[in-house]
T-cell receptor, first 116, second 113 residues
């Protein structure tokens, strides 16, 4: 069965420092991968997505992610974080159900705290 | 502006009462989804619908029901059979056809006491 693992529940980073959030997936077919961000009490906003092609994808707010098939990973990075990046981040993989319907399977999320 | 509307933002109910959460979209998307979010558990799929008058159970459908009479609307009813209904509920929509990308509403926080 498909699954997504985000091994870090909570990460604290100083403002201006670099960031990497880890995501590992398990899915038999070619994965469609996503990173979403959620501010407290809000819905999810898409940061970036990978379907095919270049394994380094750029997203909004200066984020990027790299797909590594050999490691089944899709880690999210940002070279210099801002206080406004404090939020919860979710990795997800797109899967087809037995009925041929599309759905997303999410990881449990990583909460990012920024310290001055 | 196109988007997904969930109302109300906060909802309070007494135990034993059914409650219906609203989800409306004007994105002209065929597919709609309901998720439940609890701290530390990510998003878990309750129900989804790919077309009008059709829907499927997700991973945690017990104690919930849905309808899809209109393309724009996908209401979720939390029944008294749901043992632990207090949670944050998120609605999403997408365009089926291989992108898998979902757009999310702002969510409804349901508290049952």
């Amino acid at each position: 069965a498909q699954s997504v693992t985000q091994p870090d529940i909570h990460i604290t980073v100083s403002e201006g420092a670099s960031l990497e959030l880890r995501c590992n997936y398990s899915y038999g077919a070619t994965p469609y991968l996503f990173w979403y961000v959620q501010s407290p009490g809000q819905g999810l906003q898409l940061l970036l997505k990978y379907f095919s092609g270049d394994t380094l994808v750029q997203g909004i707010k200066g984020f990027e992610a790299e797909f590594k098939r050999s490691q089944s990973s899709f880690n999210l990075r940002k070279p210099s974080v801002h206080w406004s990046d404090a939020a919860e981040y979710f990795c997800a993989v797109g899967v087809l159900t037995n009925f041929g319907n599309e759905k997303l399977t999410f990881g449990t999320g990583t909460r990012l705290t920024i310290i001055p | 502006d196109g988007g997904i509307t969930q109302s109300p933002k906060y909802l309070f109910r007494k135990e034993g009462q059914n409650v219906t959460l609203s989800c409306e979209q004007n994105l002209n998307h065929d597919a709609m989804y309901w998720y439940r979010q609890d701290p530390g558990q990510g998003l878990r799929l309750i129900y989804y619908s790919q077309i009008v008058n059709d829907f499927q159970k997700g991973d945690i459908a017990e104690g919930y029901s849905v309808s899809r009479e209109k393309k724009e609307s996908f209401p979720l009813t939390v029944t008294s059979a749901q043992k632990n209904p207090t949670a944050f509920y998120l609605c999403a929509s997408s365009v089926p056809g291989g992108t898998y990308e979902q757009y999310f509403g702002p969510g409804t926080r349901l508290t049952v006491t």
